[in-house]
């Protein structure tokens, strides 16, 4: 019996060895190249991301790492406790690693059978953030662990804490605190507010997210949390809470990242670090080959900010008038100019992808394409007569097709406390101001009559949209604009027709291209291929296409925005001396002006106004204000390439048709122009004698306007 315990003892002692051997080993083999104390006290990521353009031309290296060391003595008190409140407030207690934290951890991971993460300490992430990747298992957790007690044994808790504020990632390229408070609020360290410091602290668990650039508010809810956080540990009094929440911090860029394109940058950063983590893309000496043209960014640049310069001298407003321009290549979708703003180290609000503007009569062509398909045709007579609406509460009711006033049954008014016409006339002005009476007035206030469906949209003549969403309804026209790319809520009223609704511009822009490109939708990008420092193939991005329209269609409402430029409000455009098509765009009081237009090869879209609803002043139009920007690009974007039309579908016809009556031209026709047709939708009937002395002739006159 005695011998057979020994024995057990023996086996027991031998494999109690042999396991302790071979974790010394595994533990070994494990920390074997984790950096020495003074290798992580040096350490600096040198290998920048370099930004191409399409022609391997040299954008930026706006990757490159941005940091300022700080003395720990100079951090300001409030910063060090609100990283400490909101990431590890028992810092100053724990020895490297948190036993509680990471029980929750482990617990949180078995319940979603993944590594979800959590648990870790300053110290840990520090030394995450310093040597390790952010690669979720268990071996690089356990690489954190060794890592973290090897720092808590050869630096104090002070030397640690100012290790992770100088080297901790908190978005838009910056490293530490000191950058980060340059970067978003063009401060340095000592000069943040409280709740300035609690803002950036709120950044460590994803700067991406809770950006203020990108996302003010949603950076505003984070700040407050820290602030409760600091609050409920003590480390602030209520009166420091109370002020410290009410104040809105003012965000804005120490210096601008790129040059050229900062805005384009801007807008493929996002993609980038949606895909990478920021340790490997702004360390890793990335390449990435983008679909942008530095000859047309900086010819776009050039131009915008030339035209408003002079647009400033007239208006003499206190502030400067914004801009946004976007071209692409219409069959990709591939981004050759992005515009986003005058001056990016102004503002970094980028106006073509997060602006939403009223797009005036820019929107008219997605009512007229809805038209089209529910029975209409580009020679449809529409009355273009005044029209007065309105409001019963629920929608907008007809009331009378002239502004005589005359026809008018005030008797719907009674809830108004109008009677008669001269009540009506003395309140109008109020009753426009109050939303209760609606005149979609003309531009300059002039009526043609009985006019084609072509030129009820070259002259823009607003009666005429109001008038076609009557008939094929307004959720009829938000199911196109929805299929086209539309993507901001509209809603189902007559005021749609003039563009009441607001919506982004690369939105708009996207729609235009569907009509461009013969019906098939293209998603608009920006980057092509990313390899790695050695070359090899990260990522490539293709065109992503899907039809929502037929040839026929798209070509239809592109054969009548050709007609908007050679006989319409974007004449203007004619100077491109080449084949175009395009619509203008105005809004009420000329807060903003559109010229959208393309090529069989290129499409541009330009908005001008200023960032809050201004006007740009009288007559201000997109014809003349925004249409010789986008014509001016427009000649050196298309400057190699040879002219040529869009490409037409076998289903179409083309038949000469009478202008003033809308059917075959006949030798009693007076003026005859040569219209386009889906085969079998064309007028059947020539005009008689009779037709063409009855029907008056429509004015010839033509504003370059709406």
Not at 53 to 67: C, P, V
Not at 291 to 315: F, G, H, Y
Not at 456 to 480: F, H, Q
Request: glycine fraction near 6%; charged fraction near 25%.
């Amino acid at each position: 019996m005695k011998t057979t315990n020994i024995k057990l003892l023996i086996i027991s002692l031998i494999i109690t060895t042999l396991l302790v051997l071979l974790i010394s080993i595994y533990i070994a083999e494990l920390t074997k190249d984790l950096p020495s104390e003074e290798e992580l006290k040096n350490f600096s990521p040198v290998l920048s991301t370099k930004v191409f353009d399409r022609n391997g031309e040299i954008i930026t290296e706006l990757f490159t790492e941005k940091r300022t060391w700080v003395e720990f003595k100079d951090i300001p008190e409030n910063l060090k406790l609100a990283v400490l409140a909101i990431e590890d407030h028992t810092f100053y207690h724990h020895w490297g690693i948190n036993p509680k934290r990471i029980l929750k951890a482990m617990l949180d991971n078995i319940f979603h059978r993944k590594i979800t993460g959590g648990g870790s300490t300053i110290t840990q992430q520090l030394a995450k953030i310093s040597f390790l990747t952010h690669k979720r298992n268990l071996k690089r957790k356990l690489k954190e662990l060794f890592l973290a007690l090897n720092l808590e044994h050869n630096f104090s808790k002070n030397e640690i804490l100012e290790m992770y504020l100088n080297q901790v990632y908190l978005g838009h390229g910056a490293y530490g605190f000191q950058q980060a408070a340059r970067i978003y609020f063009s401060k340095n360290l000592h000069e943040l507010t409280l709740s300035e410091t609690a803002l950036l602290a709120g950044l460590i668990r994803s700067p991406m997210y809770y950006s203020p650039i990108k996302n003010y508010d949603r950076a505003i809810k984070r700040r407050n949390i820290v602030l409760k956080r600091m609050l409920d540990l003590g480390y602030i009094t209520k009166e420091q809470y109370q002020q410290a929440i009410e104040e809105q911090p003012i965000i804005g860029y120490f210096s601008i990242p790129s040059v050229t394109a900062p805005y384009f940058i801007e807008y493929i950063r996002d993609e980038l670090e949606s895909s990478f983590s920021s340790d490997i893309l702004y360390t890793g000496g990335f390449k990435i080959y983008t679909t942008l043209d530095l000859k047309l960014q900086r010819a776009a640049e050039d131009i915008v900010n030339r035209r408003l310069s002079i647009l400033d001298s007239i208006l003499r407003s206190s502030e400067p008038v914004q801009a946004a321009l976007l071209a692409m290549e219409v069959k990709t979708g591939q981004i050759l100019a992005m515009v986003g703003g005058r001056d990016f180290r102004k503002t970094q609000f980028n106006r073509i992808t997060q602006a939403k503007r009223q797009p005036g009569s820019a929107f008219k062509p997605i009512v007229y394409l809805a038209a089209l398909e529910h029975g209409f045709t580009p020679a449809s007579l529409i009355d273009d007569t005044p029209l007065v609406f309105y409001n019963n509460g629920t929608d907008w009711e007809l009331l009378a097709t002239t502004t005589d006033f005359s026809t008018i049954d005030y008797s719907k008014l009674n809830k108004l406390k109008i009677s008669n016409k001269d009540e009506f006339l003395s309140n109008l002005s109020k009753l426009k101001e109050k939303n209760k009476i609606w005149i979609p007035e003309n531009y300059d206030n002039k009526y043609y009559g009985k006019v084609t469906l072509r030129k009820a949209l070259e002259l823009s003549l607003n009666s005429c949209s109001v008038r076609l969403i009557m008939e094929v309804g307004p959720s009829t026209v938000i199911e196109y604009a929805k299929k086209l790319g539309i993507t901001t809520p509209l809603g189902p009223t007559y005021s749609l027709a003039l563009g009441a609704y607001e919506v982004i511009p690369i939105e708009l822009i996207e729609c235009y291209n569907t009509f461009a490109n013969n019906g098939i939708k293209v998603e608009p990008y920006g980057i092509v291929e990313i390899k790695d420092r050695f070359d090899n193939i990260l990522k490539t991005c293709t065109p992503k296409e899907s039809i929502v329209l037929s040839h026929e269609s798209a070509y239809l409402i592109t054969n009548l925005l050709k007609g908007v430029v050679k006989n319409g409000t974007g004449k203007y455009a004619k100077n491109l001396g080449k084949t175009c098509a395009g619509k203008t765009g105005t809004t009420n009081d000329c807060t903003d002006a559109w010229f959208i237009g393309y090529t069989p090869d290129i499409i541009c879209g330009v908005w001008v106004g200023f960032d809050v609803k201004k006007s740009l002043g009288r007559d201000a139009t997109g014809g003349k204000i925004a249409c010789p920007i986008w014509t001016e690009f427009m000649k050196v974007a298309t400057t190699n390439i040879l002219d040529k039309d869009f490409e037409k579908p076998q289903n179409i016809t083309e038949v000469l048709i009478d202008a003033n009556t809308g059917l075959l031209a006949s030798h009693y026709s007076k003026k005859i122009y040569l219209e386009t047709f889906i085969k079998g939708t064309e007028p059947k009937t020539f005009t008689s004698e009779e037709q063409s002395t009855t029907e008056e002739s429509i004015q010839e006159e033509i504003d370059t306007g709406f």
